[in-house]
């Protein structure tokens, strides 16, 4: 699999010329490292319903789920689970969409 660098200067090399060339490679840059960032639970929760992946703390451990909200919070079977055991400390950290296409 290409690095987002090598993915950048190969979208570039084929589709600009010189001058533009380093423009667009930042730019494609900056674009996927947007599109891979995470948001925190504690700023922003998903709008509507969907699938995300979700990273959770437990016991002073991280861990990335998926899992979808249904506008009041985060459900799914590895996470019902943990959330019903009394002696698991689980803490929503932050999350990111899942597009399915």
Partial sequence: MKT?????KDYVNQYLSDSDKLIAEDGFIKGIEFAQQWIKC???M???????????????CEYVV???YDGSGFFGYFIEDLLENDNIDV???AWR???RK
Avoid: K, R, S
């Avoid at 987002?4 to 950048?8: L, Q, T, Y």
């Avoid at 998903?46 to 002073?60: N, T, Y």
């Fill in 4 to 8: 987002v660098e090598e993915a950048a």
């Fill in 97 to 99: 969409p899942i597009e």
């Fill in 42 to 44: 504690e700023d922003e």
């Fill in 66 to 68: 998926e899992a979808q």
């Fill in 46 to 60: 998903p709008e509507g319903q969907g699938w995300c992946l979700v990273l959770i703390d437990i016991d002073d």
């Fill in 91 to 93: 803490t929503f950290i």
